[in-house]
């Protein structure tokens, strides 16, 4: 290979590596740049973890992060807030594992969709209920004392917990009316992978 070609090559290599990310369609510009998000590569912990995808009353553990993403029909990137970016670099308390939001990106010909999580993968179900009594005090017991004891039930069945789904933006607008749960098992047909309420796996 002539030697000009050989210091293009590694320079096309990262130009390729980084189209999942700059690849974008007009609408999901404009949707980036309101929300001011910037590209970011999630944990392995994140991606390779189950999620739940209603923060009060869950009925599911869905597969993992990474099936669900692999299973949309569009084009998909990660991305970050960028406030969010700055302050996951530098904690407040490194010893305490802190949620932060990562929204997955469907920029779709009818519309860009954005499935916004919670990083929770290195959290334990304790750790998960003393985060949100830092904003509930002592209603967080009552309100996800329950979700707790189904989470170590499942933890103990190998179930590992990797994030939430806590919202959907569809053109822009948030999506009501129902939870990203229903429209999971509902409009797009993803199939649970752990049953909480029955504290088993799910049937295939």
């Not at 599911?60 to 970050?80: D, N």
């Not at 406030?83 to 779709?108: G, N, T």
């Not at 860009?112 to 209920?129: G, K, R």
Request: proline share 9%; charged share 20%; glycine share 8%.
């Amino acid at each position: 290979m002539p030697p000009a070609l050989r210091l293009l090559a590694p320079l096309a290599l990262l130009a390729f590596l980084a189209l999942p990310a700059l690849a974008q369609s007009p609408q999901a510009k404009a949707q980036r740049d309101a929300q001011d998000l910037t590209p970011f590569t999630p944990p392995e912990a994140f991606l390779t973890g189950a999620f739940l995808a209603d923060e009060m009353q869950p009925a599911y553990l869905f597969a993992s992060v990474r099936e669900f993403a692999q299973s949309l029909k569009c084009p998909t990137a990660w991305l970050i807030e960028k406030s969010e970016k700055e302050r996951i670099a530098r904690p407040a308390a490194p010893e305490a594992p802190a949620e932060y939001s990562l929204w997955l990106e469907a920029d779709c010909p009818d519309g860009v969709a954005y499935f916004v999580f919670t990083d929770q993968s290195a959290m334990t179900p304790a750790q998960w209920i003393a985060w949100r009594k830092r904003f509930h005090g002592s209603k967080a017991e009552g309100s996800y004392g329950q979700t707790k004891g189904q989470l170590e039930k499942a933890q103990a069945d190998g179930m590992r917990v990797g994030g939430e789904l806590r919202f959907i933006v569809k053109g822009g607008e948030l999506l009501v009316g129902k939870t990203p749960e229903a429209v999971l098992v509902g409009e797009l047909a993803v199939k649970p992978g752990y049953d909480l309420q029955k504290g088993q796996k799910a049937a295939p």
